[in-house]
């Protein structure tokens, strides 16, 4: 079972080729990051555009490659997987609409993937390969959620972010104390140099018992900010970086990247001791965070499994993986003639 995977929901260009759901053959991987750094936020129009200059040579590395490698070329390919549900509409459009072209005129089956599903099955990439039932802790830009998947495409959504995601948390921070974008990973690298106990934060409170809440952090972190510097709410954030002293923002970094990892790793480790799986998966650019590994490696007692960082953050690879157990599991294809997206579409 070989599946060419396609990713373009937000400003990451995957495309892969995967093997049963296992084996990665080929891949590729383009980005538009660098412009968007510039305005401290992924523009939509922008990624739309750098999407439509990426992906047909993309497409191209990634069969080059897989016919070096194995001698065969789109023959061997067995079908086609595409998100297509949530992100940004131009960017989805320009996978899907490729995704369907392709699968039209290579005569291939189609597979409609959900980005956030497609986050859990990155893990399925590595040894040893996660084992139902299996407990997901989904951390990305986007999402915050714990799911409960009895078996493949059988799960239950158990909680989730009532505001920000953690991925969000995590750049908005960098923001306030200006470090560059995407803030996950320079807050975690500031954070290395940083005390964690330097700013005591409180962790909100929310309504049900698996639900998540990071805006009331966020807050917490700009009013510590503010009082560092001698000045109060009126201090505007935009001030603040030139404001703090390089050691101050290490141990902002540092205290806050501990309680917003607490805060997702208690409610892990609740799920745990009530739904008993037999693995637990991180998922999502926020998994490639050492110290969320970290506290739930001393927290958790079993093994978790992960997946390198490149393969937490958004790639082709994980699409591919789960197109390949939706054929494998007997999933009906999708209508290369009417695929649309979803850019709201929810686990
Ligand atoms: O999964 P992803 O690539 O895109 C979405 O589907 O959202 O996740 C991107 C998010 C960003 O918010 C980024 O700051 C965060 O993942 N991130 C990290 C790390 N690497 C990426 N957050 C914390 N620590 C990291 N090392
Ligand atoms: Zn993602």
Same mark, same amino acid.
């Given at each position: 079972?070989?599946?060419?995977?396609?990713?373009?929901?937000?400003?990451?260009?995957?495309?892969?080729?995967?093997?049963?759901? /296992?084996?990665?053959?080929?891949?590729?991987?383009?980005?538009?990051?660098?412009? /968007?750094?510039?305005?401290?936020?992924?523009?939509?129009?922008?990624?739309?555009?750098?999407?439509?200059?990426?992906?047909?040579?993309?497409?191209?590395?990634?069969?080059?490659?897989?016919?070096?490698?194995?001698?065969?070329?789109?023959?061997?390919?067995?079908?086609?997987?595409?998100?297509?549900?949530?992100?940004?509409?131009?960017?989805?459009?320009?996978?899907?609409?490729?995704?369907?072209?392709?699968?039209?005129?290579?005569?291939?089956?189609?597979?409609?993937?959900? /980005?956030?599903?497609?986050?859990?099955?990155?893990?399925?990439?590595?040894?040893?390969?996660?084992?139902?039932?299996?407990?997901?802790?989904?951390?990305?830009?986007?999402?915050?959620?714990?799911?409960?998947?009895?078996? /493949?495409?059988?799960?239950?959504?158990?909680?989730?972010?009532?505001?920000?995601?953690?991925?969000?948390?995590?750049?908005?921070?960098?923001?306030?104390?200006?470090?560059?974008?995407?803030?996950?990973?320079?807050?975690?690298?500031?954070?290395?140099?940083?005390?964690?106990?330097?700013?005591?934060?409180?962790?909100?409170?929310?309504?049900?018992?698996?639900?998540?809440?990071?805006?009331?952090?966020?807050?917490?972190?700009?009013?510590?900010?503010?009082?560092?510097?001698?000045?109060?709410?009126?201090?505007?954030?935009?001030?603040?970086?030139?404001?703090?002293?390089?050691?101050?923002?290490?141990?902002?970094?540092?205290?806050?990247?501990?309680?917003?990892?607490?805060?997702?790793?208690?409610?892990?480790?609740?799920?745990?001791?009530?739904?008993?799986?037999?693995?637990?998966?991180?998922?999502?650019?926020?998994?490639?965070?050492?110290?969320?590994?970290?506290?739930?490696?001393?927290?958790?007692?079993?093994?978790?499994?992960?997946?390198?960082?490149?393969?937490?953050?958004?790639?082709?690879?994980?699409?591919?993986?789960?197109?390949?157990?939706?054929?494998?599991?007997?999933?009906?294809?999708?209508?290369?003639?009417?695929?649309?997206?979803?850019?709201?579409?929810?686990?």
């Amino acid at each position: 079972m070989i599946i060419l995977g396609i990713e373009s929901s937000c400003d990451e260009t995957g495309v892969a080729i995967v093997e049963n759901g /296992h084996t990665l053959l080929a891949e590729s991987l383009a980005t538009s990051m660098d412009v /968007h750094a510039l305005y401290g936020g992924v523009i939509p129009e922008v990624a739309a555009r750098s999407q439509i200059e990426y992906i047909i040579p993309a497409i191209d590395a990634v069969i080059n490659q897989f016919s070096r490698e194995n001698s065969a070329g789109w023959e061997a390919i067995d079908g086609i997987a595409v998100t297509y549900g949530a992100g940004l509409s131009g960017s989805l459009l320009i996978g899907v609409l490729t995704a369907r072209t392709l699968a039209i005129v290579k005569n291939k089956p189609l597979y409609a993937v959900n /980005h956030v599903e497609g986050h859990v099955y990155a893990n399925f990439l590595v040894e040893p390969q996660p084992k139902f039932p299996l407990l997901a802790l989904i951390v990305s830009g986007g999402h915050t959620q714990l799911v409960y998947f009895r078996d /493949h495409f059988d799960y239950d959504l158990l909680g989730q972010t009532v505001d920000d995601a953690i991925g969000e948390a995590f750049d908005k921070v960098a923001k306030i104390v200006g470090l560059p974008y995407p803030g996950g990973p320079s807050v975690a690298n500031a954070a290395l140099k940083g005390n964690e106990n330097a700013f005591k934060l409180t962790k909100p409170k929310v309504d049900a018992k698996y639900n998540f809440s990071f805006s009331g952090l966020k807050t917490g972190v700009l009013r510590a900010a503010q009082a560092a510097v001698g000045g109060d709410y009126r201090l505007s954030s935009t001030s603040l970086p030139a404001l703090l002293a390089d050691q101050q923002k290490y141990d902002v970094a540092a205290s806050f990247q501990k309680t917003a990892v607490e805060m997702v790793v208690e409610k892990t480790v609740e799920a745990f001791k009530e739904y008993e799986p037999a693995s637990v998966v991180i998922a999502g650019g926020v998994a490639a965070n050492s110290e969320l590994r970290r506290q739930l490696k001393n927290t958790l007692p079993i093994d978790i499994n992960y997946a390198p960082g490149s393969l937490c953050t958004d790639n082709g690879a994980m699409i591919a993986t789960l197109g390949c157990f939706k054929v494998m599991q007997g999933v009906q294809s999708d209508d290369p003639y009417t695929l649309a997206i979803n850019p709201n579409l929810k686990m």
